[in-house]
């Protein structure tokens, strides 16, 4: 049990933090096993566990969050019935093959784990066999309503894993192989209909992709770098030459790799060592001053880009001081999106451009 607690942790740290780039549309193939059952059914019947299937798909998505999924499928489900009480429980057998096409919703684009909403209607063809009533042993054609629920979880690049659970109602009372009438209680409708469920897990295969979305890196007022990390790009490494018992040179640095945390000015864990570093550097040359400048990319407003910057300046500041560091020592400014390295006409420029800068001087 401690296990499993363990595993939903993780999946839910999973939604919260992990991050995908998606595209501005997209083709997808996918495959899997398939468990249905039977829900509402007729008269004295009642569910059984012989039940197993399988499928394929292709889906084509028209922007990052919605898609059009024809899903093809055979399923085998069982059934179990008695003609009066205490008489011996017979089973009933159905063979079905479906094409179902389905509008799906996905919630969360951006993040490697994300679930989706869908719905839409299928066309069947079955066969029963050791039916209840034998006159529905033969070779039928219908369709359904179609209603489900489902998560996709990245993979990779071209891969994900999906799970899905979905609800059917027949437009018939055939498949459970007893057509009884007046059983207006069953399915989305209340009708007559038969249903089933089913549980489908497979993989999909992303073949075909468009442009790359803007839509995990492009925010709205008040939100910020949703994908990229922050990176301080490095120059040249710092290096301090002693000339004389009273003078130091210092070569001006600029450090680099200070990662924040998405739309945060929290250090990475990675930050630090290159924290210490610099921290390293001053406590040896006591004469040097260290100058930091913060700057983002031009997505996002200019005042909250600005606020971004100083945040994370502050970030280092305050760790230097915690050091030890001389406030006297420490020089601090941040520019926003004013002074760019690279132009912001691309992800990795502006990549580029989200840094803050660490420069020891005379």
Known sequence: MKRIYFIIVVLLINIQMSYSQTYSDKWVFG????????????????????????????????????SLRLLNNYLRLESNYY???????????????????????????????????????????????KSFNPDLD???????????????????????????????????????????????FKGFFGGNG????RLDVGLLWYF??????????????????IYYRDSIIIKEP????????????????????????????????ESYPILDQAVKALNEFKDVQVLIFGHTDSIGSDEYNEKLSRERVETVYNYLLSKGISANRISKNWFGEKQPIRSNDSDIN?????????????
């Open 31 to 66: 495959i899997g096993a398939s468990y249905p059952r039977f829900f509402s059914l007729s008269g004295t019947d009642f569910s059984g566990n012989d039940n197993y299937g399988g499928y394929f798909s292709i889906e084509y998505f028209f922007n990052e969050q919605v």
């Open 83 to 129: 003609r009066f009480p205490g008489d011996q429980v017979q089973s009933h057998f159905l063979n079905q093959f479906s094409s179902n096409l389905d509008v799906i919703y996905e919630f969360l684009p951006c993040r490697s784990v994300s679930p989706y909403l869908l719905f839409g209607t299928g066309l069947t063809f079955f066969k029963n066999e």
């Open 138 to 184: 033969d070779d039928f054609f219908g369709y359904q309503a179609n209603f489900g629920v489902g998560v996709r979880w990245g993979l990779s690049d071209d891969l994900a894993l999906k799970t899905e659970a979905v609800y059917h109602t027949a437009s018939n009372n055939k498949i459970d192989g007893n057509d009884r009438f007046n059983e207006n």
């Open 194 to 197: 038969d249903t089933y469920g």
């Open 208 to 225: 075909s992709k468009g442009e790359t979305s803007d839509l995990c890196d492009k925010c709205p007022e008040g939100v910020r770098e």
């Open 238 to 269: 710092y290096e301090v030459i002693r000339y004389q018992k009273d003078t130091v040179k210092v070569k001006e640095p600029i450090f680099f790799n200070v990662h924040f945390e998405f739309d945060k000015h929290t250090l990475r864990p």
């Open 350 to 362: 502006r990549a580029f451009n989200r840094r803050v800068e660490i420069k020891i001087s005379n």
